[in-house]
């Protein structure tokens, strides 16, 4: 299972870094222009600190997997990844419309992988609770 921990702990590492092209690759330049300054400001920091804490939440993972899995500390961490990474595939499915990907070989794609790595991840975290 430690093995299972380290390779999303890699796998975050590597989502926190793509968020840095999400401005270029959102044109965030053009379609941001139209919303007022503080919410264009707001989705620059916001994108910033989920990037943060995806990176530290990964670097929690590939440091500390033993003792995500063998601590008090550790099994209450791993409830709220359970939680959290639960509630990122329900709006896999039910907040993001099917309309941004349906139809679209690259968006359909990335929606499968996102869904795969969901389910991979809080697969994971909730096998360690039980």
């Known amino acids: 299972m430690e093995l299972n921990i380290e390779i999303i702990g890699v796998l975050l590492v590597i989502l926190s870094f793509i968020h840095v092209g999400f ?14 300054p503080i919410n264009r400001q707001m989705m620059g920091v916001h994108t ?3 990037a943060l804490m ?4 990964g670097l929690l993972c590939l440091t500390s997997a033993s003792d995500l899995m063998e601590t008090k500390l550790g ?4 409830i709220g ?12 499915f039910f907040i993001y419309s099917p309309e941004l990907w349906r139809g679209k070989k690259f968006e359909t794609t990335m ?11 809080s697969g994971v975290f909730i096998w360690i609770l039980l």
Do not use: D, G, M
Request: positive net charge.
């Open 23 to 36: 401005p270029k690759y959102f044109n965030w330049k053009t379609e941001l222009k139209l919303l007022s």
């Open 48 to 50: 910033f600190f989920i």
């Open 54 to 57: 995806v990176f530290l939440i």
């Open 75 to 78: 099994n209450t961490l791993c």
């Open 81 to 92: 990844l359970a939680l959290f990474f639960t509630i990122r595939l329900f709006f896999q």
């Open 111 to 121: 929606h499968i992988l996102f869904s795969l790595f969901w389910v991979y991840a």
